[in-house]
């Protein structure tokens, strides 16, 4: 057997690929029993953190396979393996969230209020106000200031995104690729393509679509036109490499 | 008509903890099978307290096991006794402590070798509380371990040393670099210097070292399925025990336990117990009789209990 890292969701709730969402509710429940504090069945094992550690992972998994499209996409991904040319589990499931494809059930689903919340996404963007910044970085926020003033004034001008523009105004934002992968957790490689508009280094557009909207909402520029304008270029683009 | 091809199989009863009811366990098993027309036998494993004559309502047997494993004379069918109970033998184990603490490991498979002679279905060995080396190695030999747990702390906790002492034993002995018996033995001790804490972490760390020692270990550590009954229990709680503990040692030990299934706890047993007539002999269907029965089922056919 793996090491609980390197399990599949279905493996960390120990049910078949093809368990019906009842059978999931009953794992997750189970496991509810066994991790818990004072359990009987797992003080002498595990340490308390040991227990919660296990219990975020079951109840992540178990909200992925509750809910269908989610559930489906992850069928796929670990039909298709998991390349390192390929996107993660991770990465898809943002870029689908972000889509509101799968909208992530809170609470409801599980019925006990134990919910994997995602971390806000556009950390360090545009709407961030100086006055969260500590005394320590005044030059980073005079910078950001600044930065705020030159980011309003380049989204005035722009009247289609394209990757060139999410590059120019992260750049504006003072943001290197690896801070943008950070808060989207979307990797370098992919943030770069888009912003070359390398299609052929990217996954499907599924994917792209909710990048870009992630890269968007994380720079602060209005998500969905960005996303739009830059998908309509991408099927142009992509039509002409087909062709 | 299978049974003419059927390979004999042999069941180990252990648990750590003494008081579970592991003899009571093992008579019970051992005369619902012989009354299912299986040619049982029972073997008196507990080198240290031995009873299971007493069990069973029978008079101390003159040759024992210990007398067996020791007389390079002596045949197995010389230490074996008949039983009222048609189809089930006995082989009882030491009278005197003192005689045969420790056999030696060729011993134990001396003995093994010499069930498959015989011709019999199903050998049951009862072993002895704790986790030392004799217990283990019966309980390594067996084609199916049994533990048999009370829903309580202490028992579960020793359920799970025997079972890591068990698993660790078998890695130890199946892994044939030294380099490796060196990594298993450190990993024995809960503060080792790699702090590794679990076995499923033991057996990355040794991937890591050694990819092709490590993808064999794994496949043994997969083939090692202990089994769990549950007894005394009180409540569908205690029921939910079973699983949960089964839950555990997947994450912890990455082991498959299966549940088998559970004997109430009833006024009935001790009774029984107190009057050296095993339950399962009182005639009629009782609750604890169909528990038997359940068990064994699930036993024979490598099933478990289905939840409720």
């Not at chain 1, 909208?103 to 409801?108: F, V």
């Not at chain 2, 490991?105 to 509380?129: H, M, N, P, S």
Request: net charge neutral; aromatic share 8%; charged share 25%.
């Amino acid at each position: 057997m793996k090491s609980l890292r390197s399990q599949n969701y279905y493996e960390v709730l120990g049910i078949s690929r093809y368990a019906s969402p009842d059978e999931i509710r009953d794992a997750y429940e189970l496991s509810k029993l066994t991790f818990t504090q004072n359990s009987m069945a797992t003080y002498s094992l595990f340490s308390e953190d040991e227990n919660r550690e296990i219990l975020d992972l079951i109840t992540k998994a178990c909200e992925t396979l509750l809910n269908p499209e989610l559930r489906r996409e992850y069928d796929t991904y670990l039909d298709s393996g998991d390349k390192a040319d390929r996107p993660s589990w991770e990465e898809r499931e943002v870029a689908l969230l972000a889509q509101g494809h799968a909208h992530r059930q809170q609470g409801g689903m599980l019925h006990n209020g134990v919910s994997t919340s995602e971390a806000p996404i556009g950390r360090g963007g545009a709407m961030e106000s100086p006055t969260q910044e500590s005394p320590h970085s005044e030059t980073r926020s005079m910078n950001s200031m600044k930065g705020a003033n030159d980011a309003e004034r380049y989204i005035e001008s722009v009247e289609t995104y394209t990757g060139e523009s999410l590059r120019r105004f992260r750049e504006i934002k003072g943001l290197a690729l690896s801070d943008l992968a950070n808060s989207t957790k979307i990797r370098n490689t992919y943030i770069g393509y888009i912003e070359e508009e390398n299609f052929s280094g990217l996954p499907a557009a599924v994917y792209v679509k909710g990048f870009v909207k992630l890269i968007a909402q994380a720079l602060g520029l209005p998500a969905d036109k960005v996303t739009h304008d830059y998908m309509i270029r991408y099927r142009s683009l992509e039509g002409k490499n087909q062709a | 008509m299978g049974q003419l091809f059927q390979k004999k199989e042999i069941f180990a009863v252990g648990g750590g903890k003494g008081g579970t009811g592991k003899s009571f366990f093992a008579v019970n098993l051992a005369i619902v099978l012989a009354r299912g027309n299986h040619r049982t036998l029972l073997i008196d494993a507990d080198l240290g307290g031995a009873n299971l004559h007493t069990c069973l309502g029978i008079p101390a047997p003159e040759s024992t096991l210990s007398d067996f494993i020791q007389s390079p004379t002596l045949r197995i069918e010389d230490v074996i006794v008949e039983t009222p109970l048609a189809n089930l033998r006995l082989i009882s184990g030491a009278q005197d402590i003192l005689d045969i603490a420790n056999p030696k490991y060729t011993q134990k498979i001396k003995l093994i070798r010499a069930i498959q002679t015989l011709e019999i279905d199903f050998v049951i060995l009862d072993l002895g509380a704790g986790t030392n080396y004799n217990t283990l190695d019966f309980f390594m030999v067996a084609d199916k371990g049994i533990l048999v747990v009370i829903p309580e702390p202490t028992s579960i906790e020793n359920a799970y040393r025997f079972i890591k002492s068990a698993l660790y034993r078998k890695l130890k002995m199946l892994a044939s670099d030294p380099q490796t018996k060196g990594i298993i033995e450190k990993a024995m001790d809960k503060k080792n210097a790699y702090g590794l804490r679990t076995p499923v972490e033991l057996l990355d760390f040794i991937t890591q070292e050694n990819a092709t020692t490590g993808e064999f270990l794994r496949r043994e550590m997969n083939r090692f399925q202990p089994r769990i009954v549950l007894n005394q229990v009180r409540s569908l709680a205690d029921v939910r025990i079973g699983y949960l503990m089964q839950n555990a040692c997947r994450k912890y030990f990455g082991v498959q336990v299966d549940f088998l299934g559970y004997i109430e706890n009833d006024d009935q047993v001790w009774q029984s117990v107190r009057k050296r007539q095993p339950i399962t002999l009182n005639g009629g269907y009782s609750k604890i009789t169909q528990s038997f029965q359940i068990i064994t089922q699930n036993l024979i056919q490598g099933l478990q209990l289905k939840p409720e």
